[in-house]
């Protein structure tokens, strides 16, 4: 947040957008990797969607 405002004070909203963008991809590719590795190493658990 304080890295947000930071930025926002100076002016650069496009570095803005891209650190943002970044973090967000990140979280994406964190989150499918996961999903994989479980779908992986444990093949039987239980899971309410397949």
Known sequence: ???TI???CIGD???LINYVSFIN???Y????AGLL???W???KLVRPIK
């Open 13 to 15: 909203t496009h570095n």
């Open 37 to 39: 590795y479980y779908r």
């Open 25 to 27: 991809y990140l979280s």
């Open 41 to 43: 190493k444990k093949p």
């Open 29 to 32: 590719g964190v989150t499918i």
């Open 1 to 3: 947040c304080t890295a």
């Open 6 to 8: 930071v930025i926002l």
